[in-house]
């Protein structure tokens, strides 16, 4: 399954990623993506037939903590607000999800 | 000068009050002065009266009992939140992004006394390894300011080179530790996966990030990591593993050590003055009673597939956060280089590529894995490269998107497997660039990679070196 041209539709990919591009960066992407991805698909050359994956390496599961609130940890509703762009009576204002 | 000297040794001087913690600082801030205009390894520096006053106090503070590291100024990567200072991740995403909290790195240093002088330099997210992705202008290689300083954490290793900070703390995901120690002649260690807490860390890819100490010496990087190891409450991937105390064992002989030399990681590619520079400072070992030998390691052409399919997964998901409405500027803000890794992370985890791209890769993973576990049976730590070439002209990587990944080659297998690795100095080319090596052990032996470090750097000089410009 080598990526081309051809199967990196680069409009889905970036809608996925939720990034705008424009149409210069289209081609551009697109022909560095095929490029890297291209190399990348060696990876499918190797026999990893009954190989288990893995995800992590901390050698550790399940870690579990109180549920209990830890104040240390709080902010305050000013310390939570202070970086957003638009605040309105004390809440964050989002783009409208229905027109 | 006072920041040639080791944190050792100025925590010494400042016991027996030769001099002092200010001192100490006035002299970072007049490097930083007159260095950085070049440089550029700072995007924030902390307010100079802060700074000074910081050091009085701690001068006044100070006890036979204190840390070794009060007192003493340092510098953070950008990647890690400080609370009321500026933290950026080199992204215009967060440009004016202030954090409410701190991160347990920090925090630990500020219990130890330490200063923070700034927040530094590097590829926005730790998305590259030439500290040239930032939104803040790229990073001069302290050695020839027409290079490139290595990246991602490109800014504290170059601070560190033109005496503007005693130590740092990087992050390594790939080689982001290891590869400016090697272009700046500093030393840096990669940790264990899990060994230094994470929390406060701006993700990059978060089964791979590591938060690592960066210094002058493999004693400075045992000092740092005394302090900063250990589990935490508040990142549930740090390890209980107890933390030894790193700089203990650093006089024990070397006569118990076996070096594997992979010979795949000497191959084609590699610049010939570097891999000269290995085989000299593979004979240093031999003359302090180790034993060196070939080995090999056939997976090594998968680490670069692996690391880039993983890597780029995880940053996909990690900077979907990032919508610029809680904090932050939008996703429009992102470099052509992020949202290149974004959308091969998108690729790899889409419908229809998840189990040729991203599936494959884990597999993969877990085979490398194997393979390390081989090799260290077989050897007690590996010798390897960590950079294929000298420094890079600035700007000679960023123009081309698939050569500026494969310029990782040596350091992106070490992350998906965890294992620890040491980047030292060992040497300089004929145009007199800095050669870096490094040294990969088992899971959670920086101990002894230190050591080794440390016993090779009493009899070579080469981490004494410094650029011209100080």
Known sequence: MQPNNTTIDIAHIAMLANLQI???QKAKFTSQLSSVLGYMAKIQ????????????????????REDVIDKKRMFTQVEALKNAKRVYNGYFVVPAVFE | ?????????????????EFSSEEIVKECIGT???????????????DERKILDEAKQSDKMRKDTSSVLHGIPFVLKDAYVTKDIRTTSASNVLKNFIPPYNATVYDKLLSAGSILLGKMNMDAWGHGGSSENTDFGPVHNPWDTERSAGGSSGGPAAAIASRM??????????GSIRNPSAWCNTTGLKVTYGRVSRY?????????DTVGPMGKTAEDCAYILEAIAGVDSNDATSSS????????????????????????FFGQGLDPEIKSAIDVAVKEFEKLGVICKSISMPMFEYGIPIYYLIGPSETSSNLARYDGIRFGNDRTNFSDETMRRIMIGTYALSAGYYDAFYHQAQKARTMFID?????????????????????????????????????DVYTVTQNPVGVPSLALPCGFTKSKLPIGMQIVGSMFSEELLLRIGYQYQQVTSWHTMKPIMT
């Open chain 1, 22 to 24: 424009t149409d210069e």
């Open chain 1, 45 to 64: 050359s190797l026999n990893t037939t009954g190989v288990v994956e893995t995800a992590q390496v901390t050698g550790l599961t399940n870690i579990f």
């Open chain 2, 1 to 17: 000068m006072l920041l040639d000297k080791t944190i050792k040794e100025l925590s010494d001087g400042l016991q027996k009050k």
């Open chain 2, 32 to 46: 930083i002065k007159n260095n950085d205009q070049i440089i550029n390894s700072f995007i924030t520096q902390v």
């Open chain 2, 165 to 174: 900070t005693p130590f740092a703390i990087g992050e390594d995901t790939g």
């Open chain 2, 200 to 208: 406060g860390t701006i993700a990059y890819a978060s089964s791979f």
């Open chain 2, 241 to 264: 593993m107890p933390v030894p105390a790193y700089t203990k064992g650093l006089q024990n002989r070397l006569e118990d050590v076996t070096i594997g030399i992979p010979k795949e």
């Open chain 2, 371 to 407: 393979e390390y576990k081989k090799a260290l049976k077989e050897c007690t730590v590996l010798i390897m490269p960590v950079m294929p070439t000298p420094p890079t002209k600035l700007g000679e990587l960023m123009n081309d998107p698939l050569q500026n990944l494969l310029a």
